[in-house]
């Protein structure tokens, strides 16, 4: 079974950068595709940010975050980040991290077999 740890987070300013990150702690980091979804105040529904595909060659971004947002994964390290850059304020939300063993297709909604524990992102104006 697969635990997926999360790290980061926190307030910033518009403009500024952040890097969140999430551990696995299960047997099957390296066969698992990741990825990161965000669920803003207000809304019920999670959306797709971007993800990464098991082996790490292949990524999908959000338009919203595309240009903006890096994924990557440190196999040694099990370990999947974010790093976030030019934020906004749009980008206020609770991040998620997911692992899933199929990489899936837009728009994503039925990705993630496990969840981490969310995470605040907070951009001040």
């Known amino acids: 079974q697969e635990q997926l740890v999360q790290s980061g987070g926190g307030l910033v300013q518009v403009g500024g950068s952040l890097r969140i990150s999430c551990v696995d702690t299960?047997?099957?980091?390296?066969?698992?595709?990741m990825g990161w979804f965000r669920r803003a105040p207000g809304q019920q529904e999670r959306e797709f940010v971007a993800?990464?595909?098991?082996?790490?060659?292949?990524?999908d971004y959000a338009d919203s975050v595309k240009g903006r947002f890096t994924i990557s994964r440190d196999e040694a390290k099990a370990t999947m980040y974010l790093q976030m850059t030019n934020l906004k304020p749009e980008d206020t939300a609770v991040y998620y991290c997911?692992?899933?063993?199929?990489?899936?297709?837009?728009?994503?909604?039925?990705?993630?077999?496990?969840w981490g524990q969310g995470a605040q992102v907070t951009v001040s104006a």
């Open positions: 993800v990464i595909s098991s082996n790490g060659a292949s990524t």
């Open positions: 299960g047997r099957f980091f390296l066969e698992d595709a």
């Open positions: 997911a692992a899933d063993s199929d990489y899936g297709a837009r728009p994503y909604y039925g990705f993630g077999e496990w």
